[in-house]
């Protein structure tokens, strides 16, 4: 249980991190500004179109009586705005490190050097679009394998009461796992450390991942907010990454991060 406080306070760590490298924090900013943009109008189209949508995709319900159709449609119309709010809950964060790639990259190589003992960094020597390939690639898996998850969450949500709380709890715990690959990923891809390796020890501390996570899959309902907590996260997530993988942190930027 000690893995869960650990984890969420990696969150504050990282928050306080950015906030003593104003200029790092700005920088940060700038991919998620631009993610936000690109997902509002999204979900502004699909709320102009997204009834025309259902209507066009349900002709089987044209001979219906008029109550009955618009029940149905209603009802998959909002199961279409859910469904569509909880895919941008679980992409924002992979299509704003896509986007922000090299950023990330420079803020997390740059909180390495700041706490590590020797003040280095591990540094990948792969091309930026090998580099970009290759967390494009494993973005893919990794929303893949939540909207797996997220799938079987939906038809568990049908079941009664259990479906109403039990299931929505389970939800922000899957999310926070996967919300946490994908930004421990920016540290521990530049390490070479491969997708398989990473699920490997991130399962491995579970209570860390969720201390880190979850909050963050609660938080992250807000894209703006998302957007505000980003750099600080990254920077947080890399503290994490360094811990799973057991390298040291010079004292005093330890202690200076803790608040001391």
Known sequence: MRDLGVGFGYLFKGQRWVARHGRQYGFGLIPGLITLVLYIGMLAALLVWGSAFVTW??????????????????????????????????????????????FYEALSERVDRDVSPDGTAAVSDLPLL???????????????????????????GFIPVVGQTVVPVIGFFVTGFFLTEELTAVALQRRGVELRKRLELLRSRKMLVWGFGTPL????????????????????????????LGEETRDGAAAELAGA
């Open 57 to 102: 995709a349900t002709p089987f319900a044209d001979d219906w009586s008029d109550t009955w159709a618009s029940l149905v449609r209603g009802a998959l119309t909002v199961l279409l705005y859910a469904a569509s709010l909880l895919a941008a809950v679980l992409t924002f964060t992979a299509m704003t490190l896509l986007i922000g790639q090299p």
């Open 130 to 156: 090998r580099e970009l390939w290759i967390s494009g690639r494993d973005s893919l898996r990794v929303v893949v394998r939540a909207a797996m998850w997220g799938l079987l969450l939906f038809a568990l």
């Open 217 to 244: 899959a609660v938080t992250f309902l807000v894209p703006f907010v998302a957007v505000l907590l980003m750099p600080g996260v990254v920077a947080g997530a890399t503290l994490m990454a360094r811990d799973l």
